[in-house]
């Protein structure tokens, strides 16, 4: 084995399955370690602000659901997951006007996993599969592994541009794609809700082109402002709906769901079986526990309203600090703002000056496809996590390494260069 210092060269490079070369690690799980540092404000990660739970409560669930299922929460369970956890997610769907009986619904370990097994269970190497553009890089990353060619359709503030979807479908044709992916609610990384109008518009042509739709939506119950639009799954019942715990009450749950049409859950079934052969039963009996028998919608509300505050101080600093050259999304609720730059100016080079500033952020290109070259002049910043005035230095510190790159481009403009 060849070793040089701390460097360990890769002597198996000629093992790896083909899926592994086309796969990147997540820039946001990269960033990760360079955020924990004391002197950096962090706009890149878009955890949910966990800090509000009631701990006391939270531990006596963690006891008390021990007590009360005795070993049943520390054995194998059933691969879709507990009755009683089926039973708790129908009713949290039942304020979404989505009425179903339990066995509809296959608990994930999070949506992250249901991602992952949607690709194993759909994807051929080389099938098409529509996402918007950008979109959740965690989705590309569990969608990667199976090979698809992905095409990505752009948003504006009214959510995914159907009339780019159906220009797309036409050109695919019928069946031409295994699925639209999307994510209708305060998008990632966008922020933009889909309005009703372009659902609507949506279901239509995923049924005139015989396409399935994924509807994803961690972010449905963090809205801030407006009035909430109806789910997708809701509107049609062949849409495949994820859902999971981690921003209503905590990620390290790691507690997801999939609710599905009978014959797609059972081959998702037999996926999963092969996968994990069930999720953890002593996480499923705390989140039963924990939607009985505390007040989580206080605990959800005293969570929306700091990030509507986050929310608002950071496009206030935007709209202060930042150059009128940026354009940025107004999310209703959700985590995260969508800023775009001139196309000459190139995200995933300034992190690096960033990072000495003392800021992160997510550079554009990582949400969208690799290879596209598509998002290098956009970031995904994230107004859950600091304080608004530590939001306002970050946008401010930001701004500063924009400015910076924007003197550049003038200069060279101005001598004839460009
Ligand atoms: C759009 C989207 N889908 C899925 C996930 C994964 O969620 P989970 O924590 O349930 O695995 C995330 C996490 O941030 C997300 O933003």
């Not at 060849?2 to 460097?7: D, F, P, Q, R, V």
């Not at 101080?313 to 969508?338: K, N, R, S, Y």
Request: with cysteine.
């Amino acid at each position: 084995m060849a070793t040089k210092g701390l460097i360990q060269f890769d002597d198996w490079q000629d093992l790896y399955a083909e899926r592994v070369g086309v796969m990147r690690t997540s820039a946001v799980r990269d960033l990760f370690a360079a955020a924990s540092r004391s002197d950096i404000i962090s706009l890149s990660g878009g955890m949910p602000d966990i800090r509000v739970l009631p701990l006391d409560e939270v531990s006596q669930v963690v006891s008390q659901a021990v007590l009360k299922e005795g070993i049943a929460g520390l054995q194998y369970g059933d691969t879709t997951g507990r009755l009683q956890t089926k039973r708790t997610i129908a009713q949290l769907m039942q304020d979404f006007d989505i009425a179903l009986a339990p066995e509809e619904i296959v608990i994930t370990t999070g949506a992250q996993q249901a991602l992952d097994l949607l690709g194993k269970t759909f994807i051929n190497p080389g099938d098409a599969i529509i996402t918007e553009g950008p979109t959740y890089l965690g989705a590309l990353q569990a969608f990667s592994a199976y090979q698809p060619t992905v095409h990505t359709v752009a948003f504006d503030e009214q959510g995914m541009r159907t009339d780019l979807l159906e220009a797309k479908l036409r050109e695919l044709g019928p069946r031409g794609a295994k699925f639209i992916y999307t994510i209708p609610n305060f998008q990632n990384p966008g922020g933009v809700t889909m309005s009703l109008e372009r659902r609507q518009r949506l279901l239509e042509l995923a049924h005139e082109y015989e396409i399935l739709i994924i509807e994803d939506d961690p972010y449905g119950r963090l809205r801030f402002d407006g009035e909430p639009v109806s789910c997708l799954r809701a509107l049609d019942p062949n849409v495949i709906y994820l859902g999971t715990v981690s921003k209503i009450f905590a990620p390290g749950l790691r507690l997801g769901w999939i609710i599905a049409p009978a014959p797609i859950r059972q081959k998702f079934n037999m996926v999963k079986q092969g996968t994990d052969l069930c999720g953890s039963a002593l996480c499923q009996v705390i989140v039963e526990h924990y939607f009985a028998e505390t007040d989580w919608r206080a605990t959800l509300a005293a969570a929306n309203a700091r990030y509507r505050e986050r929310r608002d101080a950071m496009l206030a600093a935007l709209a202060e600090f930042f150059p009128p050259e940026a354009t940025w999304t107004h999310p209703e609720g959700g985590l995260f703002v969508w800023v775009t730059l001139p196309e000459y100016l190139d995200t995933p080079q300034m992190l690096s000056v960033a990072l000495d500033a003392g800021v992160t952020f997510v550079p554009g290109d990582g949400c969208y496809p690799a290879g596209s070259g598509l998002g290098r002049n956009a970031m995904r910043i994230a107004f859950c996590y600091e304080e608004p005035e530590l939001l306002r230095e970050a946008i401010r510190r930001l701004s500063l390494v924009i400015e910076d790159r924007l003197a550049l481009v003038r200069a060279f403009i101005a001598a004839g260069v460009l």
